[in-house]
């Protein structure tokens, strides 16, 4: 049963330039979250999405960040118009749309840096 | 979601068990207290949750006060792998899945 997969696990890009990071949930589940962490920094929530629904996207930067997760297929994290404050390692976890453990499970993380 | 306070850092020597506290003294009396961990560059994981019952598992042992105001992790024989940084989060599980707010955690170094 493969855990949360994301990808790219590193990513490149000049200022600018448009970055997607994309994360495919466990198998079932159908609660994604993005957490972003900057460098020697805590993780920092984003956005919480259900399929087709963004139910809290409380942490997202106004402005350049959209997230989404279709009916099919994985959830992207959109960064548009990257800066170099824009560099740091976002993590994506899932949980499953029922269960009273609330225990969410991690990717490896997709490690952006801008240029 | 309650408020949690942990040391920012703490020693263990191998082998010997690693004691982590964690104070929540707002925490509501419907709220879970997870654990969860973050070693180096890589994905948070998750330990153990308990809501006022002691709790074991595999990994470690959460031990609750009576008025669950504060909590310790218990890692009863640390290796050097355990190095991370522990994060104590208080929430609501919810069934049908809520955020968890990480604060700054414990990193807690294993020494040979």
């Known amino acids: 049963n493969a855990g949360v997969m994301q990808n790219p696990r590193h990513l490149v890009r000049r200022r600018g330039q448009e970055a997607r990071l994309r994360c495919s949930p466990m198998?079932?589940?159908?609660?994604v979250y993005w957490y972003r962490q900057l460098p020697e920094e805590g993780l920092k929530f984003m956005v919480y999405?259900?399929?087709?629904?963004?139910?809290?996207e409380s942490g997202m930067p106004k402005e350049r960040f959209s997230a989404e997760f279709p009916k099919e297929g994985p959830s992207i994290l959109r960064i548009q118009q990257v800066v170099r404050g824009d560099s740091a390692a976002y993590f994506c976890?899932?949980?499953?749309?029922?269960?009273?453990?609330?225990?969410?499970?991690f990717g490896e993380g997709s490690r952006l840096t801008v240029l | 979601d309650a408020k949690t306070t942990q040391p920012p850092s703490m020693d263990c020597a191998e082998g010997r068990a690693a004691n982590l506290p964690c104070n929540h003294s707002?925490?509501?009396?419907?709220?879970?207290v997870y654990w969860y961990r973050q070693i180096h560059s890589q994905g948070p994981q998750y330990i153990i949750h308990?809501?006022?019952n002691n709790e074991t598992n595999e990994m470690a042992s959460l031990i609750i006060t009576e008025d669950r105001k504060s909590s310790t992790l218990i890692l009863p024989h640390a290796t050097l792998r355990d190095t991370a940084v522990y994060y104590c989060i208080v929430r609501v599980a919810e069934t049908s899945g809520s955020r968890l707010t990480f604060g700054e955690g414990t990193q807690l170094t294993v020494n040979p």
């Open positions: 308990g809501l006022k």
């Open positions: 999405l259900q399929k087709e629904n963004i139910i809290d």
């Open positions: 198998k079932g589940h159908s609660h």
């Open positions: 976890a899932s949980s499953p749309p029922s269960g009273i453990t609330g225990e969410l499970f």
């Open positions: 707002t925490i509501s009396g419907n709220e879970y």
